[in-house]
């Protein structure tokens, strides 16, 4: 098939750019032909990435994108005969998607991952305009039950009949274990590591976390990776609180080569859909906490694989981080049965319109 796929990749940041990264391997190792349409960045791009132009305006930047990549998405549709476009989030991607469906008339799979659901669709207007594209989609994949059910709310026609839930995966061997004995960041700091990587924005929850360390009773380092609107906040909150060992570390490209470095990988979120770096941490064989969010208990076993506490609870995460520091046995234990978990269940992409061919 010749397949287009739709959405952020990188060097983008985030869940959504590695699933549209890992989609694409898989569909090129399967012999497909795949093409994908994406924003613009200053990376050197692949023949079969094209990136649509956007105005440097906040408020108009979504707008601008839907009219460049619409025109964009038509012109690769004509030239390489493209069989199924498969948009990655729902807005803008999937409404360009089945605009693009009215002219075209191809097949469109969009991919809901989050914040499409959980925080877009409480916008009335944007709800609208949700509605419309799931309807207009020929088929929908939720990467966890909790979206799903969250849709259904919608009440959009025929949703349940062209939905499937499909979890998202990591690469076992790009997420692997460190054997090396060789940590930059450990002979830097030479304290246990905690490490988060995401994007700083209000739904990760990143004041819980630092007041969790700032009331911690262990000495460790904190390490925040990533960037957002959230940064200057938390740097303020950093400096007013005298939180010591607690480092903005700025945007990581290879996560692959920080997660192996950790003692302990926290992801304190408000509102998750399903979380990429939970996989990947557990995929290096990490300790892992994480809040009571999206899908997190699919994947999960609270004290056996990894460590569940409710969002917002400072004083929760910062007890179970200290106890994760102090007892390297339990440490252990989670990492092993973390890293199983990954190789049984979460180590195959899964996409449903391959076998439909």
């Known amino acids: 098939m010749n397949i287009c796929i739709v959405g952020q990749y990188p060097p983008q940041l985030g869940?959504?750019?590695?699933y549209t990264s890992n989609v694409k391997n898989q569909l090129e190792r399967l012999g497909h032909n795949v093409y994908v349409l994406t924003y613009p960045s200053n990376a050197t791009r692949e023949d079969n990435v094209f990136e649509a132009s956007t105005v440097n305006v906040p408020v108009l930047r979504g707008l601008s994108f839907i009219i460049s990549s619409y025109r964009l998405l038509m012109r690769i549709?004509?030239?390489?005969?493209?069989?199924?476009?498969?948009?990655?989030y729902i807005l803008p991607p999937a409404l360009v998607a089945v605009l693009t469906k009215r002219k075209k008339g191809i097949r469109i799979v969009t991919s809901v991952h989050g914040s499409d659901i959980n925080i877009l669709a409480n916008n009335i207007l944007l709800k609208g305009i949700i509605k419309y594209t799931l309807k207009k989609s020929d088929d929908i994949y939720f990467v966890s039950k909790e979206l799903y059910n969250k849709a259904l709310k919608l009440n959009i026609e025929g949703l349940e009949e062209k939905s499937s839930i499909t979890p998202n995966t990591v690469?076992?061997?790009?997420?692997?274990?460190?054997?090396?004995?060789?940590?930059?960041?450990?002979?830097?700091?030479?304290?246990?590591?905690?490490?988060?990587?995401?994007?700083?924005?209000?739904?990760?929850?990143?004041e819980y976390l630092l007041e969790a360390k700032a009331i911690s009773k262990t000495d460790y380092v904190?390490?925040?990776?990533?960037?957002?609107?959230?940064?200057?906040?938390?740097?303020?909150?950093?400096?007013?609180?005298?939180?010591?060992?607690?480092?903005?570390m700025g945007k990581t490209y290879n996560p692959e080569k920080?997660?192996?470095?950790?003692?302990?990988?926290?992801?304190?979120?408000?509102?998750?859909?399903?979380?990429?770096?939970?996989?990947?941490?557990?995929?290096?064989?990490?300790?892992?906490?994480?809040?009571?969010?999206?899908?997190?208990k699919d994947v999960i076993t609270n004290n056996e694989n990894g460590i569940i506490v409710a969002p917002r609870d400072s004083k929760a995460l910062s007890h179970e981080i200290d106890r994760l520091i102090i007892d390297e046995k339990l440490r252990e234990k989670l990492a092993d049965n973390a890293r199983k978990t990954i190789i049984d269940k979460y180590?195959?992409?899964?996409?449903?319109?391959l076998e439909r061919e």
């Open 258 to 296: 920080i997660i192996p470095q950790a003692d302990v990988m926290v992801l304190p979120s408000v509102s998750e859909g399903a979380s990429i770096v939970a996989l990947e941490s557990m995929a290096c064989k990490k300790a892992f906490i994480s809040t009571d969010t999206g899908n997190i």
């Open 171 to 206: 690469d076992i061997e790009k997420f692997n274990e460190d054997t090396s004995g060789k940590s930059p960041l450990k002979q830097e700091y030479k304290k246990p590591l905690v490490i988060f990587i995401g994007n700083l924005v209000k739904q990760k929850g990143l």
């Open 77 to 88: 549709v004509e030239k390489y005969d493209i069989d199924l476009i498969h948009a990655n």
């Open 222 to 248: 904190l390490l925040i990776y990533g960037d957002g609107a959230e940064h200057d906040n938390l740097k303020d909150i950093i400096e007013k609180n005298n939180i010591k060992d607690t480092y903005l």
């Open 15 to 18: 869940g959504i750019s590695t």
């Open 347 to 353: 180590s195959k992409i899964n996409i449903p319109y």
